[in-house]
């Protein structure tokens, strides 16, 4: 019998994606059995998929074979959908099939959040994953035919995005940017076309630079944004949403990129959750539990100032190398190390070479702004598939 | 006031549009005034329509804007609807005007017949127009998209089309084509999808030669088509079809090329119809009606052997000159002339790189069809546009 102990990993997002190849390069040959689990045999670039969901990039330069990111004769490759995490068993149950583990990784990202808003979960689409957006392409351009064989349906023009955090904001810039085009594509009328950003705070881009705010809506309204800020959606309906003012908005196409939360299983494994988030301790540890490590979406962390951390791609990596050398020093009975998240700088994409972005203690707005956005993207493939995915899935354009 | 005939042309369709640059080439100065009506600022290639509409080839190797096709200066081009034609009054009342007219010519194209097939018109897609064939292919893509959120649904890769005459076998033809694509770019398994050619007639493209039929038919089996041959469909439903045989088949996509009809234009204006479409004489005279030309898909002519032509781009396209040259004789009361049709063969695309031929007297099939099939499209695009239009609208791949 094998007395190596067993690491599973669920989820191949950014933190579980950074936790199985840093574990990978850390542990000696057979000093653990690793086994990463995946709904999809892909990973996606969460912080991309706004392009593909508007059609102003493919999904092709969105995703990744999760087989070319890791070595799979050092890290087992299960591709399931996990169904329950029984921690007292220490078992994970998937769809087909049970894994057990010594170590647990919960990487799984998380879900849109609804506020409980009548009629979001079950009429608006939302951009989480690769199908989710390939839906969210289709049937913008499924509008655009229909309306043409029933032009008194001018509704079918009228595109409502729920949130401007920064997917609502990067959602809608890209939509702006492809409504010319599908406009030309399907012979109608631009003036025709409404893109409405709806949003409760009282700005866009809650906790941004206030300056930068400013310019990016500024560029949005050009672009032919329409904005209802400080308004929230009452209901939404087959048909439309109705807003808390009482202003109906007829449209059949409502994308909600309002809010996420943490994983249902994660609250159903038990753990103590706040909108479905963990606690963790400063080593990643979920509380109470020290072999279960939870990074990511799934996660809450506080900030000196005592706040949460907002949930981002750049937290979730940083944690997931984190996570892999406590995941390696446990096994080792070495110290853990505390994690300190070291803000890199955050960019908004406000389209076709504009973007706003606050990093290295400076502002930074249109095309420099821009290319500070690319370069992340690209930093990103280069951490986790070096040159090579660089050459095959950065755009350079 | 003017003295000056008027001519109105009813359609930019093949018939249309080979009248009105005919006109164009062959009347004096101030001989009449042409006027030339259509819904679309566009001409478009009805014998093309089965690529777009599969998604193999783009919308606009599929039009061509009117405004290239003649001179403005000597033809008045009205972009609008025709809602009546009132023949006493020598009047065409249209979506926003009137026309008075001395000559008229009818080409307004057919419409689908439904054969009073029970939900067919309500749930069934046509390929009939830019609009109708652009709404399909993002139909088509749209169920695929549904179908990656819930894969039990596999009935949403079941494509049901109805008809096997020219229309139904070209455009299963590009769908078998474009799904093995649609399956890589979506991520479904190609086993999943099920193509279905349902066909009340013994056997496929009826009127063909039996020995390019067999070789046809084969060439789709190959591709995946699933043939239902012999099997009259007895209702279509929003979500399938039954047939005649009991079968249901279910489907979220029912396309429909099983026949067409006259414009209801034809027969809303007093003619005499059988399924909308009106016997002309041999100079393509309305019956009593000696400045009123019915062209293309709204008439009849029957063959030495007495049974009706087929409504085919063919005939269209020469009735349109001869009705051409008809009106001027008229105008300058010189003898009319009499329509011939002159049979230049038939052509189905079977997909990329196959096709069946019957022309010049012999059989082809395959690659050597194929080409004259380009050859047959390159030569239409030649005689409305010349070389220029040939350059940009032909495929030569």
């Known amino acids: 019998m094998s007395t190596i102990p067993k690491i599973v990993i669920l989820g191949a997002g950014y933190g579980g994606i950074l936790t199985a190849q840093r574990l990978q390069k850390e ?16 990973h996606y670039f969460t912080t991309h998929l706004h392009m593909p969901a508007a059609g102003t990039d493919s999904i092709e330069h ?7 990111l ?59 994953s690769i199908n989710s957006v390939r839906l969210i392409r289709e049937h913008i351009e499924y509008q655009f035919a229909l309306y043409k064989l029933d032009e008194s ?13 920064f997917s609502g904001i990067e959602f809608v810039a890209e939509l702006a940017d492809r409504i010319p085009r ?27 630079d206030s300056e930068l705010v400013e310019y990016a809506q500024n560029v949005l309204v050009k672009k032919g944004v329409q904005f209802k800020i400080g308004i929230a959606i009452k209901e939404c309906m087959e048909d439309g949403v109705v807003l808390a003012n009482g202003e109906v908005i007829r449209s059949a196409t409502v994308v909600w990129t309002g809010g996420i939360r943490g994983n249902r299983l994660v609250e159903a ?20 539990y020290e072999h279960v490590f939870i990074i990511g979406d799934n996660s809450i962390m506080l900030n000196p100032e005592g706040r949460p951390y907002p949930p981002t791609a750049q937290i979730a990596m940083q944690q997931g190398v984190t996570c892999a050398q406590n995941v390696v020093a446990s096994i080792r009975n070495k110290e853990l190390k505390k994690f300190a998240f070291s803000n890199k700088g955050t960019v908004a994409s406000l389209g076709k ?26 930093r990103y493939l280069f951490i986790i598939g070096g040159i090579p995915l660089v050459l095959k899935k950065g755009r350079f354009l």
């Open 27 to 42: 542990l000696n040959y057979n000093e653990a059995d690793v086994t990463l689990v995946n709904r999809h045999d892909y």
């Open 62 to 68: 969105t995703r990744v074979s999760i087989s070319k």
């Open 70 to 128: 890791i070595d799979e004769f050092k890290i087992d490759l299960v591709k399931s959908n996990v169904k329950e995490i029984r921690l007292s068993d220490r078992k994970v149950i998937l769809q087909d099939g049970t894994l057990s583990f010594d170590y647990l990784v919960i990487a799984l990202g998380g879900e849109p959040e609804s506020f409980g808003i009548p009629g979001l979960s079950e009429y608006a689409m939302t951009i989480r």
């Open 153 to 165: 349906r001018t509704d079918r023009l009228n595109f409502v995005v729920g949130g401007a955090g």
């Open 182 to 208: 599908l406009c030309k594509e399907y012979d109608v009328d631009p003036s025709l076309v409404n893109i409405y950003n709806v949003e409760a705070a009282p700005a866009i881009l809650p906790g941004f």
């Open 269 to 288: 494994a038990g753990f103590e959750t706040s909108r479905g988030r963990v606690m963790v301790d400063e080593y990643l540890h979920a509380p109470g």
């Open 353 to 378: 070479g504009e973007a706003v972005a606050s990093a290295f203690g400076k502002k930074y707005k249109g095309w420099v702004a821009a290319q500070i956005k690319k370069l992340v993207d690209i």
